[in-house]
């Protein structure tokens, strides 16, 4: 055999995730690796903590990155607040919703499905009605960002309704952690979970996730064991919650750490309402392109996501060959439409440190010179002047 270094080649990364990474943070996962329960890095994930806690913006003590993807943190949550036989309401808009069904469902509880269109926010009147119809509900649960269909829903009025029927929240916000308005205690969400692949431009493998006291107390007079060992937040606190006592539970993945920590520094070098701000700009100036170069959203204005951006494939043209083009001639990754919008739209993200005026132009420029177009960047660029 003779099998050499794997070098990939630098892309512009402009998909649903994971977003390009900062330099800074693939340069603080080449520190040296020390142990896990060295004092210097438990030093460190106490600071972890606490910008995870500013990320959030969360007082929440139970604030920590668990050891695996996003797709583990909605797990975490399900599989910690969900009992057998225990009703669910799941709002789904999109594919993350019907993940969110299936968690639920190998949970062991009954779901109660809010079913939303896709490319729309959700419905709070029809979440409203259920929450009515089911008293006996003890979770609503919802995705902030929907990363398939580029909607953003109201989160502090799903919120607000889910408590006045008592039930507890979980909240998916995988894609909108930095880039989108975001407020865990002001909107008293009570179990939320994201990811550090997508706004917060951290390598991908990480899953921040936060529990309120409420959370907490459902999960510690739980009268059936959480069935998943791995992700049972009743361990995991003895290793992420006792100050300098720290049990070994699972060796944490340290130097993956290290980009968290150093990628969170970022976000609060920059101020998370400064990031929600920059997304906005870029969204904005990316649209006016698109639309210049006749192509249309698919989410109305008022429900869109900044960082995640679907348009429609223009008339007798072949999607899969335009991304593939960009890919291979521009090292520009863009992403292909998912479940029911898969053929029909392109999702261009704009994420994390992605979210820049060089990006949008790029892409933009790519566009116009791949579909034989005009007109993308100067629409863009009138919006910069502003
Ligand atoms: C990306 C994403 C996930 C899953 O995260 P992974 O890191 O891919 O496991 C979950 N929910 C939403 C909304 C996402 O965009």
Same mark, same amino acid.
């Given at each position: 055999?003779?099998i ?7 892309r512009?990364l402009m ?6 990474v ?7 996962l080449? !520190?040296p ?7 210097m890095?438990v030093?460190?994930?106490?600071? @972890?903590k606490q $910008?995870?806690?500013y990320?959030f913006? #969360?007082?929440?003590?139970l604030?920590? +990155?668990?050891?695996? +993807?996003?797709s583990?943190?909605?797990?975490t949550?399900?599989?910690n /607040?969900?009992e ?8 789904i ?11 639920v469902?190998?949970?062991g509880? %009954?779901?109660?499905?809010v079913?939303? %269109?896709?490319?729309r926010?959700?419905?709070? =009147?029809a979440?409203?009605e259920t929450?009515?119809?089911?008293p006996?509900a003890?979770?609503?649960?919802f995705?902030?960002?929907? *990363?398939?269909?580029?909607? !953003?829903?109201?989160?502090?009025? $799903?919120c607000?309704l ?6 507890l #929240?979980?909240v998916?916000a ?6 989108s308005e ?8 009570? =179990?939320?979970?994201?990811? *550090?692949?997508? &706004?917060?431009? &951290? ?7 936060s529990?309120n006291q409420?959370?907490?107390?459902k999960?510690?007079n !739980?009268? *059936? ?7 049972? /937040?009743n361990?995991?606190?003895g290793?992420w919650?006792?100050g ?8 944490? +993945?340290v ?11 970022? $976000? ?5 309402e ?5 997304h906005?700009l870029?969204?904005?100036a990316?649209?006016a ?5 006749g192509m ?9 996501l ?6 429609t @494939?223009?008339?007798?043209v ?5 991304r ?5 001639a521009?090292n ?14 392109w ?5 994390g440190?992605a979210?820049?005026? *060089?990006?949008a132009l790029? &892409?933009?420029?790519?566009?116009e010179?791949v579909l ?5 960047c100067?629409?863009?660029?009138e919006i910069?002047q502003?």
């Amino acid at each position: 055999m003779s099998i050499t270094s794997f070098h990939p080649p630098r892309r512009t990364l402009m998909g649903p995730g994971p977003s390009d990474v900062y330099s800074r943070v693939t340069e603080a996962l080449s !520190r040296p690796t020390i142990g896990h329960l060295d004092p210097m890095f438990v030093g460190m994930m106490d600071e @972890v903590k606490q $910008l995870l806690q500013y990320a959030f913006r #969360t007082q929440n003590a139970l604030t920590l +990155p668990v050891s695996a +993807p996003g797709s583990a943190g909605m797990e975490t949550c399900f599989a910690n /607040l969900v009992e057998p036989g225990e009703k669910v309401i799941v709002c789904i808009n999109g594919v993350f919703g019907i993940r969110m069904k299936e968690n639920v469902e190998r949970c062991g509880g %009954e779901t109660v499905i809010v079913q939303g %269109e896709w490319g729309r926010a959700v419905d709070p =009147a029809a979440v409203e009605e259920t929450l009515k119809a089911h008293p006996d509900a003890v979770i609503l649960a919802f995705v902030h960002a929907e *990363t398939s269909t580029g909607a !953003r829903s109201d989160a502090e009025k $799903l919120c607000a309704l889910a408590r006045q029927h008592n039930c507890l #929240t979980i909240v998916d916000a995988v894609t909108s952690l930095g880039g989108s308005e975001l407020e865990v205690d002001a909107w008293g969400i009570d =179990a939320i979970y994201s990811g *550090t692949q997508k &706004c917060l431009s &951290c390598v991908p493998g990480l899953s921040p996730v936060s529990f309120n006291q409420r959370a907490v107390d459902k999960i510690q007079n !739980r009268k *059936t064991k959480v069935q998943s060992w791995f992700l049972d /937040l009743n361990l995991v606190m003895g290793y992420w919650g006792k100050g300098a006592k720290r049990a070994y539970h699972h060796t944490a +993945p340290v130097n993956a750490l290290y980009a968290l920590h150093e990628a969170l520094v970022i $976000l609060q070098e920059e101020g998370i309402e400064n990031s929600w701000k920059r997304h906005q700009l870029h969204h904005n100036a990316l649209v006016a392109g698109l639309e210049a170069m006749g192509m249309s959203m698919v989410v109305p204005a008022d429900e869109r996501l900044a960082q995640l951006n679907l348009v429609t @494939v223009p008339e007798g043209v072949d999607e899969a060959a335009v991304r593939a083009e960009l890919l291979e001639a521009y090292n520009l990754e863009i992403g292909a439409g998912l479940g029911d919008f898969a053929g029909k739209v392109w999702r261009i993200g704009l994420m994390g440190c992605a979210a820049t005026k *060089t990006n949008a132009l790029f &892409c933009l420029g790519a566009l116009e010179a791949v579909l034989g177009k005009s007109g993308g960047c100067k629409a863009a660029m009138e919006i910069y002047q502003k």
